[in-house]
């Protein structure tokens, strides 16, 4: 009887010290709360010294400087998304996939694509990848006196590299993927099963909206995990407001999660029905202007990066370039992480990024 | 109207399937509590679990054809929405004279069909050159061969011609070289540039 009182004081003394606690962390939370604002202002975009060295249009090129001149003679170009800005390649200090390049000896550029307006909703992918990726290719070839570049894609990004890889291979020296959409036969994403032409009409949808809004896209991202995205998230801030390390990490990540652009209508017409509707890339018959994609000219080394978790480009969406290409010198790596973990993750940063930079420099002059 | 209406009980099953695998679930989850432990940290296990259900159950519910449907009526009806008031504003516009959307992006479509004409044009020019450049490397080779091989003619008869005259010509029979010589003139090729 006595064993069982001791016992339920016991466990009312765990409760009692547990709620005091929670009281005690609450408090410190909501005292850290009105600093937010002012941490939010403090977020930069972009870490790594860099100048810009090529414009055209809305398109600027930025070259990043190392503490030490570049090692290696042919540049690096990394080229990102329509879709978002492209500074999550350089985040912040001890999550720059840049500076690893830039420490690594690599002569990096990198291509932002800008904010387009309504006089770029013409802007088909033959431009983006015949017009600036050739020009801003082109001028690097000059200013570096190599004949190729070396080219890294990211995301859609990295189907822009393929392409562009497809179509003129005499110009490129090695090819780095991370997260890129090639095969969307599978349902495995929801994109994939949202695009579904049967659903969803994407000639109304871009003669309506002429260049899809940032807000659209911004939504269709969060409803790929809305319980994470929506709640969860909120509730993991709320939680860790007084963590100064997780909360500049949340808020860099967050400020570049909300920074959409919007992608030119006609860009966004040829993705969703020529990939995610037909298929095309896959097949070797997609359409660039007036040329055709075969990734069977493909015969550089390639490095294809693949997330294991990732939610907007499933690996098997990605895996199979290997496949297709000619190339002979070719490497799969599968992470553990996120679709934006494999950039900007610690673990990523710590073991694999230096693995790529080891892998392009050997391959490099 | 009555598929309309067979359509509506669809998706209302649909989400009554949602919410009722999700509680099913749940139960799985409240059923893990243990008093013994502190609650706070009963409740966080509580929440994570609860959430990592409904996140499931609406994954999967975003894959069904009622979501799909629902989605599809959705932004059908915006975009109808969209419609009207752009003609609404168009027929205004109209009135006071002011260009509207479609009127700028007919100019920018226009130029557009303007520029990719040009570049159509360049790239084609850029293919015929191409093609004359390789044309005119094989004619400069072949030019190239005419002249090596009067050179080795012309050498060939210098020995004929330096046998019957005097002592002008006797530097052709010391060695090999001479006749080379006499080729590298004769032929003359430097001034033929290859094409770029």
């Not at chain 1, 329509?82 to 350089?90: A, E, G, K, S, T």
């Not at chain 1, 890294?152 to 959409?181: D, E, P, R, W």
């Not at chain 2, 799909?68 to 059908?76: A, I």
Request: charged share 25%; with cysteine.
């Amino acid at each position: 009887m006595k064993e069982d009182q001791s016992a339920v004081f016991d466990d009312m003394e765990a409760w009692q010290t547990s709620f005091m606690n929670e009281a005690f962390a609450v408090m410190k939370r909501a005292a850290a709360l009105p600093f937010l604002p002012e941490k939010v202002e403090r977020v930069r975009k972009g870490v790594t010294p860099r100048e810009i060295v090529y414009e055209e249009d809305r398109l600027r090129v930025y070259r990043y400087i190392g503490e030490k001149p570049p090692r290696y003679k042919t540049p690096l170009c990394l080229t990102f998304a329509l879709v978002n800005r492209p500074y999550i390649m350089d985040l912040k200090e001890g999550r720059s996939v840049v500076a690893h390049f830039v420490n690594g000896g690599h002569d990096t550029y990198l291509i932002d694509w800008g904010t387009p307006t309504r006089a770029e909703r013409f802007l088909t992918t033959d431009d983006y990848v015949n017009g600036y990726m050739m020009n801003v290719v082109n001028f690097l070839r000059e200013r570096s006196g190599e004949d190729k570049v070396n080219m890294l894609g990211y995301c859609m990004g990295g189907t822009l590299s393929t392409i562009f890889t497809a179509l003129h291979q005499n110009l490129v020296k090695n090819l780095i993927l991370l997260t890129t959409g090639i095969d969307y036969s599978s349902k495995e994403g929801l994109i994939s099963v949202w695009t579904d032409p049967r659903y969803f009409d994407v000639d109304k949808f871009v003669d309506t909206m002429g260049n899809i809004p940032a807000d659209f896209l911004q939504s269709a991202f969060l409803m790929l995990k809305p319980i994470q995205n929506l709640i969860a998230k909120p509730i993991n801030l709320l939680e860790n407001v007084d963590n100064e390390k997780f909360l500049e990490d949340f808020l860099y990540m967050e400020t570049w999660l909300n920074d959409n652009i919007p992608v030119p209508g006609e860009v966004y017409r040829e993705f969703a029905k020529y990939l995610f509707q037909q298929n095309l890339l896959t097949q070797n018959k997609m359409p660039v202007g007036r040329h055709t994609v075969d990734l069977r000219k493909i015969t550089c080394p390639i490095l294809n990066l693949m997330a294991r978790n990732d939610d907007l480009v499933p690996v098997c969406q990605s895996e199979i370039l290997n496949d297709l290409v000619s190339s002979k010198d070719k490497e799969s790596i599968i992470w553990p992480a996120g679709h934006i973990g494999l950039a900007v993750g610690g673990k990523a940063q710590k073991d694999l990024w230096p693995r790529v930079v080891e892998w392009l420099s050997k391959r490099s002059n | 109207m009555d598929d309309n209406l067979a359509k509506t009980f669809e998706q209302a099953a649909a989400l009554q399937k949602l919410w009722s695998d999700s509680f099913e679930k749940m139960t799985h989850v409240w059923s893990q509590f243990s008093p013994g432990s502190p609650p706070v940290e009963e409740a966080r296990k509580m929440r994570s679990g609860m959430l990592n259900v409904m996140a499931q159950s609406l994954d999967e519910f975003m894959r069904t054809p009622q979501f799909l449907e629902m989605m599809k009526s959705t932004m059908d009806g915006a975009m109808q929405l969209k419609g009207m008031t752009r003609e609404g504003l168009h027929k205004m516009q109209d009135q006071f004279e002011i260009p509207h959307k479609e009127d700028l992006d007919g100019v920018l479509l226009a130029l557009r069909h303007v520029e990719r004409r040009l570049l159509e044009r360049i790239e084609d020019l850029e293919g015929s050159m191409s093609v004359l450049d390789k044309r005119a490397a094989e004619t400069n080779k072949e030019l190239e061969r005419i002249d090596e091989r009067i050179g080795d003619l012309k050498s060939a008869a210098v020995p004929v011609k330096s046998s019957s005259s005097t002592t002008d010509v006797a530097p052709a029979a010391k060695g090999p070289d001479q006749p080379k010589k006499t080729t590298t003139k004769a032929a003359a090729p430097k001034g033929r540039k290859k094409p770029q």
